[in-house]
């Protein structure tokens, strides 16, 4: 049986960066930050606070490709992150 594997894949940091800064990558990205800012703040409200944006996603650039990040933008959001965010 033929052996098979990535043996003569030669890995390309601008390929890499094309395809993560690809707007269909971006889309999903976006998409799943969404959700967890989302969840989190949901998470935050059930324990009795405003019913206000605790937790907010946005775009960041990284070393190789752009990426997002959920961060707390209340003090509440911030006392909760740990669990809100799943950490």
Do not use: C
Not at 58 to 79: I, L, R
């Amino acid at each position: 049986m033929a052996k098979q594997g990535f043996s003569r894949f030669k890995w390309s940091p601008g390929g890499y960066r094309a395809v993560q800064n690809s707007g269909a990558v971006q889309r999903i990205l976006q998409q799943e930050a969404d959700s967890r800012a989302g969840a989190a703040n949901a998470r935050t409200v059930a324990h009795g606070h405003e019913s206000i944006e605790h937790f907010k996603a946005e775009q960041t650039q990284g070393k190789f490709a752009k990426g997002y990040v959920v961060h707390p933008v209340t003090n509440e959001g911030a006392a909760h992150a740990a669990e809100a965010l799943g950490e």
